[in-house]
């Protein structure tokens, strides 16, 4: 069994800054991508960035120059630096992994979300 646990969520004022942490814990062989999405409020689950292995990025046009995805491999956990914040981005953000827990098994995991407020 695999676990994504997700940290810094909060509320934060327009213009601020947050950041995200999401480790992952248990019968782990490697990960592969790991990434973020967000759910707000009468909308559907988007991704707003991720990042392989090898460190490719990718990000919703959204977010572009604003957030940063990152990881440390060596912890299984990915990071995302939010600047800039707009109320548009008041949502519950979810960590996403695909985790090898078998050399040859793949499964997809879902952290339980974090609150984020853009408010003043």
């Known amino acids: 069994q695999v676990q994504l646990v997700e940290s810094g969520g909060g509320l934060v004022q327009p213009g601020g800054s947050l950041r995200l942490s999401c480790a992952a814990s248990?019968?782990?062989?490697?990960?592969?991508?790991m990434g973020w999405y967000r759910q707000a409020p009468g909308r559907e689950r988007e991704l707003v960035a991720d990042?392989?292995?090898?460190?490719?990025?990718n990000y919703a046009d959204f977010v572009k120059g604003r957030f940063t995805i990152s990881r440390d491999n060596a912890k299984n956990t990915v990071y995302l630096q939010m600047n800039s914040l707009k109320p548009d981005d008041t949502a519950v953000y979810y960590c996403?992994?695909?985790?090898?827990?078998?050399?040859?098994?793949?499964?997809?995991?879902w952290g339980q979300g974090t609150q984020v407020t853009v408010s003043s």
């Open positions: 248990g019968s782990i062989f490697s990960i592969n991508t």
């Open positions: 990042i392989s292995r090898l460190g490719i990025t």
């Open positions: 996403n992994a695909d985790v090898y827990y078998r050399p040859d098994r793949l499964n997809n995991y």
